[in-house]
Nanobody, 124 residues
Framework: QVELVESGGGLVQAGDSLRLSCAAS????????MGWFRQAPGKEREFVAS????????LYADSVKDRFIISRDNAKNTVYLQMNSLKPEDTAVYYC?????????????????WGQGTQVTVSS
């Protein structure tokens, strides 16, 4: 079993940056692909970014490409989401997810473990 705990959310203004962290328990973190998803009020949870086990491959939603960067530190069992040039439409609860496979994916159903989420609010 893997536990994922997100941190780093908060209230920021449009154009600001924020870095989310996701700390994972367990000794198999380095073999998992990791992802970030988000869910805005009244909307379905959607894919944001994903990274493979050794950081060689990353995937991004079109809406965040060139603004967000996903990274990981396997020595610290942590995955990050650097969010730059934030927009009000980025406001959502952000979830960290892990899958028992080295390859990154964009579908929610491909992930086996989920964190509780961290709120990001971007004011205009």
């Amino acid at each position: 079993q893997v536990e994922l705990v997100e941190s780093g959310g908060g209230l920021v203004q449009a154009g600001d940056s924020l870095r989310l962290s996701c700390a994972a328990s367990g000794r198999t973190f380095s073999t998992y692909a990791m992802g970030w998803f988000r869910q805005a009020p009244g909307k379905e949870r959607e894919f944001v970014a994903s990274i493979n086990w050794n950081s060689a491959t990353t995937l991004y939603a079109d809406s965040v490409k060139d603004r967000f960067i996903i990274s990981r530190d396997n020595a610290k069992n942590t995955v990050y989401l650097q969010m730059n040039s934030l927009k009000p439409e980025d406001t959502a609860v952000y979830y960290c997810a892990g899958r028992r496979n080295v390859a990154p994916r964009v579908k929610l159903s491909d992930y086996d473990y989920w964190g509780q989420g961290t709120q990001v609010t971007v004011s205009s």
